[in-house]
């Protein structure tokens, strides 16, 4: 492929993994996605033993890290997309994902050690990729879930856990986003395109007293999650700065586990001491 189409395929993945298009809530109807952003660098990874210059993959990692990527590609517009609309190339337009920035740096600074070619990254990049010694473990103990995340829901119909699979942790700024609403579209919230989708216009403006569609600094979204149902544990790798932050610090943050199938809340908790548990360190 041409540069130009390499890079609005990588983008196309990006914005797939983080902002996937709802299913139809008809159990026989729904299309399985249990990935989350590591599935990117993979891709990076056998694009380059397919012989694809390091610069332009580099490239892409760089300006992914930004937090807005001026992109032909466009989050998915229907469950599944097919062949044409894929390969569609829109006009260029920066699109944040500044809600995903965080988690999408940690996982650049932990893959670029293990990537067969070296990254030329800006400098301003650099700076805010953190350090993998201050990479921590953390865990969060939810004190009641919808039945939409039961593993029991889903063993019933031989579906063993899927909704634990296709769910993400939003962390909240409460004190800037005010309150977290119970029912609302949350990816119509963190959209920022706004040819796909009517927008949710209630979600839309909490988020945009932060700056649209949300800010990294009021709105966390994690995808690397692991999920215990029996003792109602979630587990994550994060910054510990950015924890130690919203845990410690003076404005009130709320984290959600999100079914990304409907986008709808499905268990939340206050972020604090007692909810959430501090880790190993990386290395």
Sequence with gaps: MPRRNVEHWLHAMYFRLCLPFPWVRDFESRVLRPLNLITLFRLVVHLFKMGYPASWLSNI??????GEVSSTARPPREPVTDAAAAKKLHSPKPISMRPFATEYRMLLSLWRRLLPFG???QKAVEEQLPDPRKIRQFQILFT????????SAARAINLPDIDTKSSVLVFWNRTVNG??????????ALLDDDESAESDSFLKAKLQKAGRPGSEDTVHVVST??????NSIATF????DVVEGMVSGPDDWVVCIWSTGSWTQTSSVAVGPDTVRSGDAWC
């Design 179 to 188: 309150d977290v609403p119970i029912e609302g579209n949350l990816r119509e």
């Design 61 to 66: 990692l760089n300006d992914l890290a930004n």
């Design 237 to 240: 790798w994060f910054p510990e």
């Design 144 to 151: 009641s879930i919808s039945e939409d995340l039961s593993a």
């Design 225 to 230: 999650t692991q999920w215990k149902a029996d």
């Design 119 to 121: 990254l030329l990254l």
